[in-house]
């Protein structure tokens, strides 16, 4: 049975990808493992993780549309919409798709069925190899404005493909919000990526504070250490969170993460820290406490 990793974090830019993309080509020279990038606003694992593409599928999701012919403008459209996305004006029913959450309320409730559901895409889920990995990027097509529902596809399409896995981790989107949440809830550990700074603390309560709300078990890597203060460091010791690394600031990590290139083979203090991470990842699974 594979592990469901997270690597996620309270705010964008604190390295969460940089960790992801290198734990997982460790990891990969050991165990079966998957990477998925489901920060489907932006992806970037995509930038340091090079593959040959095996399958790239387009994803959709259902919206309604009117059917003039049929409708009396009877409004239990939008009576029974939670989201808005119908409206009933003077002399027709408009559709919002970006704030459709595809329900199916509108449709299954109109007595003349004059808003059937039809297939909108919304993006993309690309399936790449690496060697020994496996790792897939999904992608929101420009203009959507929903991310939760191709997240959602994006993890069932990796339950059925990789059921032989060991670990599949989870590129996750940054904050706080729906997407985050999204992901969290079906891993089985939670990684929360942070910097020893007055912005990262305040983004980590907050995203502490989420995986409390959501019963998820979690701990703290704490990248740049050496660069701000000890504030994050006093917080989880006050919280008794697990602090299971820290990734020192160093020029030689930034530039080689500029270059697109990955870390753990040529800074030998970021390879022992993702080593305490992955020995902590084992031990957790094959002691069944995640």
């Keep these: 049975m594979y592990l469901k990793v997270a690597i996620a974090s309270g705010k964008g830019g604190t390295g969460k990808t940089t960790l992801a ?78 704030l459709c959450h595809s329900c199916h309320a509108c449709s299954e409730l109109c007595p003349e069925s004059a808003l059937p559901m039809k297939k909108q895409k919304i993006g993309t889920i690309s399936h790449f190899r690496n060697g020994k990995m496996e790792f897939t990027e999904s992608r929101l097509d420009v203009g959507q404005e929903q991310a939760v529902p191709l997240i959602s596809q994006s993890l069932k399409y990796l339950e059925k493909t990789f059921s032989d896995a060991e670990f599949i981790l989870f590129d996750s989107p940054p904050g706080t919000s729906c997407p985050v949440i999204e992901v969290a809830r079906k891993s089985d550990f939670v990684i929360l990526v942070t910097e020893p700074t007055p912005f990262g603390l305040h983004d980590l309560k907050l995203a502490v504070d989420t995986m409390k709300e959501i019963r998820k078990r979690f701990a703290v890597v704490v990248n740049r250490s050496g660069s701000g203060n000890d504030e994050v460091y006093k917080y989880c010791r006050d919280e008794n969170i697990a602090v299971i690394a820290s990734i020192p600031d160093n020029r030689k990590i930034a530039e080689l993460y500029a270059r697109g290139e990955l870390l753990h083979e040529k800074i030998p203090e970021l390879k022992e820290c993702l080593e305490n991470i992955l020995e902590y990842l084992v031990e957790g699974k094959e002691g069944g406490w995640f």
Excluded: H
């Design 21 to 98: 993309t290198n734990l997982a080509s460790l990891l990969s020279k050991r165990y079966r493992t998957v990477l998925a990038d489901l920060d489907v606003e932006e992806p970037d694992s995509g930038l340091f993780i090079k593959g040959s593409l095996l399958k790239e599928e387009a994803r959709y999701k259902l919206v309604p549309e009117w059917d003039e012919k049929k409708c009396t403008l009877c409004g239990i459209c939008q009576e029974v919409c939670n989201f808005n996305a119908v409206m009933q004006m003077a002399g027709e029913i408009l559709v919002f798709p970006q």
